[in-house]
């Protein structure tokens, strides 16, 4: 069973941690978050035509056509 540490020692070793992690850049951060949304767009894009050619399908094949 592993011992019990109070609040202060935790602290402490989280602080110590903390300190060790290589954090990205700002300019790092900003590719980033400048690729997550190009991928985001390009997903939405991508299910939007899916959406419109499946339900011209489905309105082609069911006759519910507009």
Do not use: C, H, Y
């Not at 300019?27 to 499946?54: P, W």
Request: glycine residues 4%; hydrophobic residues 50%.
């Amino acid at each position: 069973m592993a011992s019990k540490t109070n609040p202060f020692t935790f602290l402490q070793q989280v602080r110590s941690e903390t300190s060790k992690v290589t954090w990205p850049s700002r300019r790092e951060t900003t590719i980033s978050t400048l690729m997550v949304f190009v991928m985001v767009s390009l997903a939405a894009a991508f299910f939007f035509g899916a959406d419109q050619l499946l339900g011209w399908l489905m309105s082609l094949i069911l006759n519910v056509g507009a």
